[in-house]
């Protein structure tokens, strides 16, 4: 058994900076393993995040490793899928695995309390820095508190302040992605995931726990910056798409304003930065349009944490070899879909080719079940 640090000074044997499902995730699974375990996490719960909220049932036998029944919180199965084009030219297929649809306000939310109950601390704070020197790191928050830790997981999400500090290289170029997301009630099939394409960008919808209907869209900054305001831009580019202009015309918003997040980047980052073990987004962002990023970030988070106990449990796991082992299990996990993804928002963002492509999946209706498959993984092991 590796020597643990001492606590006296508020030293842990994991600090993961982040409390979305991806650092969530650890929390509990490294606390289940009686690992002490503190999360940073600078927002309140619960808290809603511009996400399409509909997630792999690929994740379900670890979320009840980690004691999370989200249907007991009101997800709704999800088992079909609906493709449009900004022509509004319809597809419909099964999923080959299916979904639920749930809002991030409800799933991270219940994430945390489980953290707290399995032992975690977790503390609301915005870390401002983290240094590693003689094989300790020693983490900073705004409010000028101190933490040592012998592991540090970055589950920060897309992009942070620590983005910078690491000199990592996606933060140095401009992104020109934005999202827009928003909770309408309505009519929508309950067992439905539906992407519908527009010029510029494409929405997804699906229903969530509360029966509203979860809308969310990501565009392009030159698309977007000719209206004047959100109202504008979807009247004037979204309502193209008949599905869209149905949606959004024959619903009543549930939030006062919808949410909005800019500067996506979907460059490629390092799994492993100044020894900081990175999951989730913080990791790699994948195309929304494949619809697997939380998945992902969950996914990871079991490779890391199944990984840490090992190292806390074995003398002979250095630090080198857990590093390795990490970044080798990753590219495994996630690579080819990583690459999928984006050939596929690639070929969606040329209009034309796009129209080619949705007739080609109207002649061959087997490809689409297999292009999903290729950005989704396997059912996760339940530890
Ligand atoms: C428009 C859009 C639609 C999407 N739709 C889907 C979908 O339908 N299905 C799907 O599977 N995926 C989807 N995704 C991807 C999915 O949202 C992400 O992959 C997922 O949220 C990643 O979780 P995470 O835990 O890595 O990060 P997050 O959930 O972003 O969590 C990171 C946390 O870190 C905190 N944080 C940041 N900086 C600091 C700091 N310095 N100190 C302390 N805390 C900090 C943040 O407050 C946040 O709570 C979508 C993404 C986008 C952009």
């Known amino acids: 058994m590796k020597k643990k640090l001492s606590t006296a000074n508020r030293t842990f044997d994991v ?24 999360v940073i996490e600078k927002n309140s719960f619960p808290k809603h995040k511009v996400c399409g909220e509909y997630i792999s049932n690929e994740v379900l036998p670890y979320l009840d490793f980690l004691d999370i029944d989200v249907f007991k919180l009101g997800a709704k199965k999800i088992d079909k899928f609906q493709l449009s084009t900004t022509k509004s030219k319809l597809i419909s297929t099964a999923l080959p695995l299916g979904g639920f649809g749930i809002s991030r306000f409800c799933l991270d939310n219940a994430l945390a309390k489980r953290g707290l109950q399995s032992g975690a601390e977790i503390l609301q704070d915005s870390v401002e820095d983290i240094q ?8 900073v928050t705004k ?13 920060y999400g897309k992009r942070s302040n620590l983005d910078i500090k690491l000199k990592r290289q996606f933060i140095k170029s401009k992104s ?34 509360n029966d509203s209907i979860n809308l969310c869209y990501i565009t392009n900054f ?10 504008e831009f979807q009247q004037k580019v979204l309502y193209k798409n008949t599905f869209l202009k149905d949606i959004f015309t024959n619903s009543s918003p549930v939030f006062k304003e919808p949410l ?6 979907f460059d490629s980052k390092k799994p492993i930065e100044n020894h900081i073990i990175m999951c989730g987004d913080t990791a790699a962002l994948i195309h929304p349009l494949s619809g697997n990023g939380m998945s992902m970030a969950i996914r990871s988070a079991q490779i890391a944490s199944t990984l840490i106990i090992n190292y806390f449990n074995s003398e002979n796991l250095d630090r080198e070899t857990l590093e390795k082992k990490y970044l080798r299990a990753w590219n495994t996990a996630f690579k080819l879909r990583l690459k999928t993804g984006h050939i596929i928002a690639d070929l969606f963002n040329q209009p034309k080719l796009s129209e080619v492509l949705m007739q080609g999946l109207k002649w061959f209706p087997g490809i689409l079940p297999y292009i999903i498959k290729r950005t989704h993984g396997k059912v996760m092991k339940a530890e």
């Open 260 to 265: 909005t997040i800019s500067q996506i980047s």
């Open 222 to 231: 030159n698309s977007f910056k000719t209206y004047k305001d959100i109202d």
């Open 132 to 139: 590693f020197s003689n094989d300790v790191f020693s983490v």
């Open 176 to 209: 020109p992605y934005l999202a827009v997301k928003t909770h309408v009630k309505g009519s929508f099939p309950e067992d439905v995931v539906a992407l519908h394409n527009f010029e510029g960008g494409y929405c997804g919808v699906s229903k969530v726990e």
């Open 15 to 38: 600090i993961v900076v982040g409390g979305g499902l991806a650092g969530l995730s650890s929390a509990i699974h490294l606390s289940k393993a009686n690992l002490s375990v503190l």
């Open 143 to 155: 409010s000028d508190k101190q933490f040592e830790a012998k592991i540090v997981i970055g589950a």
